[in-house]
């Protein structure tokens, strides 16, 4: 078997890389011959020893490097478990169906399991038994006892692995456990605690957030480290599933959309729009028959501009002369030379849309025509000119600059939403269609996955686009959301000490994955030679001629009842094909977005004789098609797809839903020169030159090896601009993960820390001194701001007597403050109950951090909105964001320290502690006349005022006051605990319940 791996791929890195895994192949099957002789206790009793003497090792270098050494021993050890569960015909449950076991690993097999122990991605065929390849691995790497994870596409996915291949680990002697979403943290934790756990991306990422961006102690937390995971269909995951990244979300205080007042002027718009592009596009008609034919492309490229899918223009593509023209006058119009004449043939329209990127762009008669009061309510104004001009001006005072430039950017920050309203709403409506990028569903948006066709309920575009499809549908506009927490799923990943991910399809996107990963990939033999016959691309003309062609053949597959997988796009598609297919009564399953509940099972029947599965391109991924009886005989499962999809994994993936593990099969893909892809992708001029050649009749194909050459450049191309899509979208979230790392880190720090208090002393001693030198270190000295600062933060009751700060140097004055505010906090400390106040310290921060962290990543959404909106002013967006999120980040930090120090003495863990701690402090210090609206402090001071118990040696906590009543704290002016019930578990999460915790009113 490893011969023929060898000769299979010569000379390659790739096949240099595997070669030098061959001598560990044979060594595995050395000690699996071996351990034919053990019992079964004995080769359990391998796990346990495994386990123990790894767990003795604690330099996580050393622990690679042992784990490396015992890797054929291991590897023959999952692989002999798995010989006996065969040879027993070992039965069981899978997802409620009997099962029983009936694979012992293949050499190529173990050579993909050591290619994911080195953290490199596998790339094996559909069908090569991945999830078994998983477990050589996962086992390996689990005896450390720092967990292995599987990350797969669905929950489905992961349930079914983790108690298929449960049989094995189990009898191996190691715990497995699998992430549902609907699970509580409880059961989470168990199976993270688990030695294999199986889950889906979003459930990893989602813990990830809840544990650092909201538990509040160890205890609540779930996961317990990244330490190895394998990616199930890692390109999926890795690569399209990249460009949502995943988000907690709690409804924003405030919403600033103004979707629904500019709806009803918008549709008129887009009306107004399309009878001008038809009356265009039939003037062109007119010139075409006249023989004008300059002219009538000129028009049809200006109805382009307007209405990229206007049916008229669809139609004039289908022509070769008419397209050449169009073409011509598109490629003509985007030289240096006629940017003006471009310009001005824009300015015929009432906007322009690209349907390329997305972009809409108002012209100065749509902008008339929305606001004809003025025009130039739409009009980004020049910000740098205006700032220069008021600069120059020497009139005003400086105070009068910083006044106007702020009034000047207020206007232009309004200026730049109501754009970013109006081009969200024209491309809700000119380039997002209902039933292909969403459907609409209880009243809701749902957006399809348009790699999957899946719906992905709960997420949502971002940047307000969301809205403006739900105005456009005239279903509820939901509030926008607020960020609670995010990450995207490449920097979850990068949590990982060790990453390795395996799929059918991997080698398009190598180089991605090395860039932003750092995984490599190896291309892994199939076990069998493929049998699989794939067939050149059918070319049509328009998509009806297309469609016809692929029932044709459909019709002929079914009558001879081989079973056919016929792969779409879209939602629509699947549709269209469905109804094509009930009018010549062939029987057929659909599957798509709005059935994924039966997904799996559907596919599962797709191999049986006769079957007719339509299904969106990778609906079903990652489930086992078996051919039925009699089946191989009929050439196997045929494959046919109806569109060739914008990245060349999904085709391959599509392909590789037939001919599994050496079975027969075959496959063919239609396209027509409508598809979206060839539209806007593909080499449009070639494209008409042979259609001119050849001369195209009505229903007559194209099919030739080097058109799908053609079709494949236009591929590559969209790749390019997708990768280049996400690359951004990953810069603009490494700044977040900066940020991210730092507040978390700082966060589990708060919540592991057996000794808080150093923790506050850190703050007071990092922010008192940037207080003092915001107050001391200018010209000229603000004590008096200092002493009110001072006495509406700590209750110090100082005076300028007392203080005498001008004795001494600013860095000695912090000290001074340095040293009275921790003196006060022992003392108020020291009323209460220990473990009590250590619980209270953590909260103090972590409130802090949660409340202001969240505000950051709200104001850090605003910001990234703003500054693509800068894009329009010709700025980069990315660095205006790097600068300005970095300055922000310097604040929050500054923030939250400041925070603590606010509530240190506005918090208690026990209100009696806390009376009794006021009730040492000086008259003088408390306003009596606190608003009533703070009840518990009000309360409080009431009780004081009626019964002032200085206690004992307290009585000194007179401390500096002299009674001339300087500067008083407005104290309690809140107590920092949230509302809870009595018998909750009390929120500073000591464990207790609130009552008998922070809830304790004497
Ligand atoms: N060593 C083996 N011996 C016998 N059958 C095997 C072996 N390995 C895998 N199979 C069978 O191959 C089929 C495909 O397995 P699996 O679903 O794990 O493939 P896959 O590589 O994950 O495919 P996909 O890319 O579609 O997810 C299953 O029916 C499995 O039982
Ligand atoms: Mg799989």
Known sequence: MVNWILKKIFGSKNARELKRLAPTVRRINEFDEQFKNLSDDNLRAKTAAWKDELSKISDPEEQWRRLEEILPEAFAAVKNAARRLKDRHHSFTVCDQPMTWDMVHFDVQLVGGMVLHRGRIAEMATGEGKTLVATLPLYLNALTGRGSHLVTVNDYLARRDAEWMGALYNFLGLTVGCIQHDQEPDVRRQQYACDITYGTNSEFGF???????????????????????????????????????????????????????????????????????????SE???????????????????????????????????????????????????????????????????????????????????????????????????????????DLDTTLSDEEKDKKKSERQQHCDEQAERIHNISNLLRAYCVFDKDVQYVVEENKVVIVDEFTGRKMPGRRWSDGLHQAVEAKEGVQIDRETQTLATITIQNYFRLYDKLAGMTGTAETEAAEFHDIYKLDVNVIPTNRPVARKDHNDRIYKTRREKYNAVINEIREHHNKQQPVLVGTVSVEASELLSRMLKREKIPHNVLNAKFHMQEAEIVQRAGQPGTVTISTNMAGRGTDIKLGQGVPELGGLFVLGTERHEARRIDRQLRGRCARQGDPGGSRFYVSFEDDLMRNFGAADRMTKIMERFGLEEGQELEHRWLNKSVETAQKRVEQRNYMIRKRTLDFDDVMNMQREVVYTYRNEVIDSEDPRTLIFEVINEAIPAKVNEFLDIDEPNYSGLIHWVNTTFPLGLTKEKAQFDSRSVEENAQFLIGKVKEAYERKSSHEEPTAVKSLERYIILNAIDRLWQEHLYAMDALREGVYLRGYAQKDPLIEYKTEAYDMFVELMANIKNEVLHNLFRSTSNLQAFENFLATLPQFLLKEDAPSAATAGADIAAKRARQPQPVGAMAGVAMDGDGSGEGYIDLPARRSLPKVGRNEPCPCGSGKKYKNCCGRTA
């Open 207 to 281: 813990d990830y957030l809840r544990d650092n961006g909201m538990a509040t102690t160890r205890e609540q937390q779930v996961q317990r480290g990244y330490h190895f995971a394998i990616v199930d269909e890692v390109d999926s995951i890795l690569i399209d599933e990249a460009r949502t990244p995943l988000i907690i979300s709690g409804p924003a205080t405030i919403s600033t959309h103004q979707y629904d007042k500019w709806k009803p002027l918008i549709e008129q718009l887009v009306r107004k729009q399309t009878m001008l592009c038809n009356r265009v596009a």
């Open 284 to 390: 062109a008609a007119e010139k075409f028959e006249q023989g004008d034919i300059e002219t009538a492309g000129r028009l049809m490229f200006k109805v382009k501009l307007g209405q990229p899918r206007n049916k008229q223009l669809l139609r004039m593509m289908e022509d070769p002369e008419k397209r050449r023209a169009i073409d011509k006058a598109e490629l003509s119009f985007y030289t240096d030379t006629r940017k003006e004449e471009l310009f001005l043939l824009k300015e015929e329209l009432f906007f322009t849309i690209d349907e390329k990127s997305n972009e809409s762009d108002l012209s100065e008669q749509g902008r008339s025509f929305l606001n004809p009061d003025d025009p130039n309510a739409f009009v980004l104004p020049d910000l740098i000119n205006e700032f220069t001009e008021i």
